[in-house]
């Protein structure tokens, strides 16, 4: 087996979700074409112990996180209303497991592009309250290397596999220590700033938790500090320079201007049309559900995936619409979404000031007082 694949599966197992003995386990991937990592995931959760289900594309094609074949077509193409909102085998595997890993595969980064929104809006909405109730669990996520995934990134298949167990095998302990001190200021923090290029924003976040320390426990790469500001609050605007990607949907030059927490103005240079029909569809798309900084020094570059792009030091995200139902980086704006866009604040005068003290500026992390 090969080495960092067992070293990854030994972080998933004993770091992100310490797995005991007697425990059921739901390893739920999207297809064998992550089998590097699975069979040593696999084998050491079995001499570990753990009850396992080996669920392979079912879980995943549930929640519209497995694209081999044209399954998903076919059924957003054909599915009723009760169809979309049957949920019951998901369900049914959530309640079962004590912890989850996802292991997704995607293979074509636009497969549901042309799916009717309203269909897979749907689908989400009824999905919600089960993933609410998976998120309370100890669960983890990473996004496997396809030939998709890399030429999407300008690499090959060979190049982005190295790039993806450089940015997953790192000392998570150290990047928490790193980390720590950002917490502690956020969570006394009242009222965040943001400047630099195409943005000025600010809101509140008094008496908000952020979630910096416990890297690794549920994305893998991970590498960030996030919060979610109070829903009313958000005050100004944001040019996202990078296109960015929903549901396979990519949209470029996106603008977005706050008042009192909620969007009252949208545009964008394409796709206008998919962006007017998820704002549309739930008020609380329209607001942010979490604000994140990058904090993962292994990932440098832009390659329209989220799992790797909203670590990427010296950036920032917003997540529109849903908040984490988490007391740590949770809030309280429930929306069927959650829509990560970054923002890359790595230029000469960018600042982010909590209470007027500057924690980062020109993308660079600033030296914090405990």
């Keep these: ?51 396992v289900n080996l669920d392979i594309f079912t879980g995943n094609f549930s929640v519209g996180r497995a694209d081999f074949g044209n399954f998903a077509k076919t059924f957003y193409k054909n599915a009723s209303k009760a169809q979309l909102e049957d949920v019951s085998l998901y369900s049914l595997q959530t309640d079962w497991a004590d912890k989850v890993v996802k292991i997704v595969s995607i ?40 030939k998709a995934l890399a030429e999407n990134s300008g690499m090959t298949l060979d190049e982005f596999t190295d790039f993806y167990y450089d940015a997953c095998n790192v000392d998570y302990a150290d990047m928490d220590a790193e980390i720590l001190p950002l917490q502690e200021l956020l969570d006394k923090g009242e009222r965040v700033e943001i400047k630099g290029d195409g943005i000025e ?47 396979g949907n990519e949209v470029e030059g996106i603008k977005l201007e706050f008042q009192k927490g909620k969007i009252v103005k949208y545009s964008s240079k394409s796709n206008s049309k998919f962006l007017k029909s998820i704002f549309e569809s739930h008020d609380g798309n329209k607001r942010i559900g979490e604000f994140g900084i990058g904090m993962n020094k292994k990932i440098t570059n832009y390659i329209k995936d989220i799992l790797f792009d909203e670590k990427i030091y010296g950036t920032v995200h917003f997540a529109l619409g849903m ?32 209470d007027g003290t500057i924690i980062f500026k020109d993308g660079k992390l600033q030296k914090l007082k405990n």
């Design 201 to 247: 924003l600010s809101y509140n976040i008094k008496n908000r938790l952020s979630l910096g320390v416990d890297n690794g426990k549920h994305n893998i790469p991970d590498g960030e500090c996030f919060i979610a500001p109070m829903e009313n609050s958000t005050e100004g605007f944001i040019e996202f320079e990078l296109p960015q990607i929903y549901n």
């Design 1 to 51: 087996m090969s080495k960092r694949a067992e070293k990854l599966a030994g972080i998933i197992l004993n770091h992100s979700l310490n797995v005991q003995k007697g425990e059921r386990l739901t390893i739920s991937a999207s297809d064998f074409s992550s089998i590097e990592l699975l069979e040593p995931l696999y084998e050491q959760a079995i001499l570990k112990g753990a009850l």
């Design 323 to 354: 908040s984490y139902p988490y007391k740590r980086g949770g809030g309280k704006n429930q929306a069927p979404i959650h829509w990560d866009m970054i923002k890359d604040l790595r230029h000469k005068g960018s600042i982010i000031s909590v």
């Design 107 to 146: 293979h074509d980064k636009n497969f549901l592009s042309k799916i009717n929104s309203s269909k897979i809006s749907l689908r989400q909405s009824a999905l919600r309250p089960v993933s609410d109730k998976m998120l309370q669990k100890p669960w983890c996520l990473t996004y496997y290397p396809t």
